[in-house]
């Protein structure tokens, strides 16, 4: 347990090692994928939905997995006390040596750590801005959680006013696309829609949910559509679903169907109960 | 000095430690920077170059480096025996909790690892062919030699045939960029030109010096201008300047102003002389 209030194990292959070495290829190039996940009395409501998306990613950039009941394993050892928290995981391709030619026989190297919970949700929902960066168009990488983020963080770093708690980002053809850690869902009259992830973007596993809870349509959207919009939510798998107060100089009061898009969920899994709520 | 014939040293900050620490953002987002230099008798023949270009990396991306003196004794201490080889630098912002807001005041994780030179030029000429892959448009990285390299990795994935050596690579627009690892100059007549890179790819240090010796033209180039070519090259800071003997269908003999270029570089840093040639 580090001074961070961070648990941590690092393995290669099914060998536990103390630190990462120094020639990670996640290291050198961020050749890895994560997965970020809320953890709730110990387990997690969408174990499942993780590692689908994590053999999804790992196919499409061919790169070996640990074997998935030591994965689970290490993973719950982290919460044996039964606790709640956030579960990080990433899975890189094995070093090697210098240059980008994968080593398809090299053992995965990835890392299991346990963090606190985020702060509490503000009361009202969410202040957001646009951020100036455009998430570049690449159809090879678009949907998968993979380690290559610098946007992101060059987005978050747009602002450090402590009064905002999400940037919006658009793609290079000025579409909303998601926040910087977050996926983004509008609402006109009674109908949902969120940005297609063809070119960019994060398939996030709460997404997924309230996809299928509302019906919503993936599509294009103007950032003009959120001036016109009922409401807004953004969506992530440790804070769940987070209403939108404000973006810019727009204003949403709670929307009786945001109400019970994040009841149902609560129902659902536990942990995003509104008197567990994080934001 | 591992199995893999590599030595290296990690610091934080101005200390050195064992390994990388599992909270590295470097392993996370691949939020660093990188240099490959060759390293002739001891010495690198473009250090002020890299260091040049790894400031202004550092300057674009708000994050903070190590002390310049510390790191020139450092990379130069692992070639304390005048050899000959290949050094890699990766700088990499300092850790902190999880989530993308960088911690400003984190020292930098940072690595200097020595490799052997790569194998020797193909007689006649590098064999290339063109990837599939198309690199994203991203204006507020291009240019910089950062660790978000999973385009890098993919397009390297797309050959495993020996008989093929790089690969290049093209924008979303469809025009010529680079290689996996190295710049592209194109000969007609007697000019040269190399793909501008306000959208995508890596400033070379081996291009600026190409560049300054051919008076080239920095523009868009489109495949098919390979085909019309008088000559092609391939440039990197490791290997100096490859002459381009075949792209799939197309043929080149070694061209008078190549050969010339080679002779110019290797009078200028005599580790690129045709004797010390490496591929």
């Given at each position: 347990m580090s001074e961070r209030d961070t648990f941590d194990r690092v393995f290669l292959g099914s060998e536990r090692i103390d630190a990462l070495p120094g020639d990670a290829r996640g290291f050198a190039y961020g050749d890895g994928l994560f997965e970020t996940m809320r953890v709730h009395?110990?387990?997690?409501?969408?174990?499942?939905?993780?590692?689908?998306?994590?053999?999804?990613?790992?196919?499409?950039?061919s790169m070996p997995l640990p074997d998935p009941a030591q994965l689970e394993r290490e993973a719950r050892a982290l919460f044996d006390d039964d606790?709640?928290?956030?579960?990080?995981?990433?899975?890189?391709?094995?070093?090697?040596?210098?240059g980008y030619t994968p080593h398809p026989d090299a053992p995965p190297l990835?890392?299991?750590?346990?963090?606190?919970?985020p702060a509490p949700?503000?009361?009202?929902?969410?202040?957001?801005?646009?951020?100036?960066?455009?998430?570049?168009?690449?159809?090879?990488?678009?949907?998968?959680?993979?380690?290559?983020?610098?946007?992101q963080?060059?987005?978050r770093a747009?602002?450090?006013?402590?009064?905002?708690?999400?940037?919006?980002?658009?793609?290079?053809?000025?579409?909303?696309?998601?926040?910087t850690a977050a996926n983004v869902f509008?609402?006109?009259?009674?109908?949902?829609?969120?940005?297609s992830l063809e070119d960019c973007g994060v398939a996030g596993v709460c997404r997924a949910w309230v996809l299928a809870e509302t019906g919503a349509i993936e599509t294009r959207i103007a950032p003009e559509a959120l001036q016109t919009a009922d409401a807004v939510l953004l969506c992530n798998a440790v804070r769940g679903i987070l209403?939108?107060?404000?973006?810019?100089?727009?204003?949403?009061?709670?929307?009786?169907?945001?109400?019970?898009?994040?009841?149902?969920?609560?129902?659902?899994?536990?942990?995003f109960a509104v008197d567990q709520e994080v934001a």
């Amino acid at each position: 347990m580090s001074e961070r209030d961070t648990f941590d194990r690092v393995f290669l292959g099914s060998e536990r090692i103390d630190a990462l070495p120094g020639d990670a290829r996640g290291f050198a190039y961020g050749d890895g994928l994560f997965e970020t996940m809320r953890v709730h009395r110990g387990l997690v409501p969408w174990w499942t939905q993780h590692v689908t998306r994590l053999v999804r990613g790992a196919s499409h950039l061919s790169m070996p997995l640990p074997d998935p009941a030591q994965l689970e394993r290490e993973a719950r050892a982290l919460f044996d006390d039964d606790g709640d928290g956030v579960l990080k995981l990433i899975v890189s391709r094995g070093g090697g040596g210098r240059g980008y030619t994968p080593h398809p026989d090299a053992p995965p190297l990835w890392r299991v750590s346990r963090h606190a919970l985020p702060a509490p949700l503000r009361p009202g929902g969410l202040v957001l801005r646009w951020c100036d960066l455009r998430l570049a168009s690449q159809p090879a990488l678009a949907g998968i959680k993979h380690c290559n983020r610098l946007e992101q963080v060059l987005a978050r770093a747009e602002w450090n006013d402590p009064a905002i708690d999400e940037g919006l980002l658009r793609s290079s053809d000025g579409d909303l696309v998601c926040a910087t850690a977050a996926n983004v869902f509008v609402l006109h009259g009674d109908r949902w829609s969120t940005p297609s992830l063809e070119d960019c973007g994060v398939a996030g596993v709460c997404r997924a949910w309230v996809l299928a809870e509302t019906g919503a349509i993936e599509t294009r959207i103007a950032p003009e559509a959120l001036q016109t919009a009922d409401a807004v939510l953004l969506c992530n798998a440790v804070r769940g679903i987070l209403p939108v107060a404000r973006l810019e100089g727009r204003t949403w009061a709670l929307h009786p169907a945001v109400a019970d898009l994040r009841a149902r969920l609560a129902r659902a899994h536990p942990g995003f109960a509104v008197d567990q709520e994080v934001a």
